[in-house]
T-cell receptor, first 116, second 114 residues
């Protein structure tokens, strides 16, 4: 069975602060894929990143960066110099390989509030 | 290229009524997924189509739920004899079979059962 844990239910920061959202996963698959999605108040899930289990390179995209550590089964997400528009619920998700490669398993999400 | 669209965006119904939701995927995508999201939770997988074939249904999908994807294009999700526990956001996603196979989501249909 696959599981994603986002231990931080809610985080509140002041604009321009850096913030890291934690994600820990469990899977028995040797090949798997990790995702982050953003869900603003409008409700639509917005895809942010997809990472393969065999690619442990960290990635940076503008103010966003992701730290994938297979040894600790973690895939953390950092927003640098946060902005009010970053306020949303952020979900970490996982799919396996083979027969389960279509099914996203989501964490419960972290509500990020960025105050001006 | 338009994204995934869902209709209606909101639905309020009385317990015991039937409701039907529609999802139009991204045009070239051959996989289509339905998820359900309740308050404070992440989305949970309900069912999945590859072209017109429904390949898996979650245990969450009781006999009152049925989904179709005729001709491998749009999909409908019907809930018969709705219950208050069916109140949730119903999300549709689509993807293209490929090495990336990333799921892109629609805006969802929020169902409220009174």
């Amino acid at each position: 069975a696959q599981k994603v844990t986002q231990a931080q239910t809610e985080i509140s920061v002041v604009e321009k602060e850096d913030v890291t959202l934690d994600c820990v996963y469990e899977t028995r698959d040797t090949t798997y894929y990790l995702f982050w999605y953003k869900q603003p108040p409008s409700g639509e899930l917005v895809f942010l990143i997809r990472r393969n289990s065999f690619d442990e390179q960290n990635e940076i995209s503008g103010r966003y960066s992701w730290n994938f550590q297979k040894s600790t089964s973690s895939f953390n997400f950092t927003i640098t110099a946060s902005q009010v528009v970053d306020s949303a619920v952020y979900f970490c998700a996982l799919t396996g390989s083979g027969g389960s490669n279509y099914k996203l398993t989501f964490g419960k999400g972290t509500l990020l509030t960025v105050n001006p | 290229d338009t994204g995934v669209s869902q209709d209606p965006r909101h639905k309020i119904t009385k317990r015991g009524q039937n409701v039907t939701f529609r999802c139009d995927p991204i045009s070239e995508h051959n996989r289509l997924y339905w998820y359900r999201q309740t308050l404070g939770q992440g989305p949970e997988f309900l069912t999945y189509f590859q072209n017109e074939a429904q390949l898996e249904k979650s245990r969450l999908l009781s006999d009152r739920f049925s989904a179709e994807r005729p001709k491998g294009s749009f999909s409908t999700l019907e809930i018969q004899r709705t219950e208050q526990g069916d109140s949730a956001m119903y999300l549709c996603a689509s993807s293209q079979i490929s090495s990336t196979d990333t799921q892109y989501f629609g805006p969802g249909t929020r169902l409220t059962v009174l």
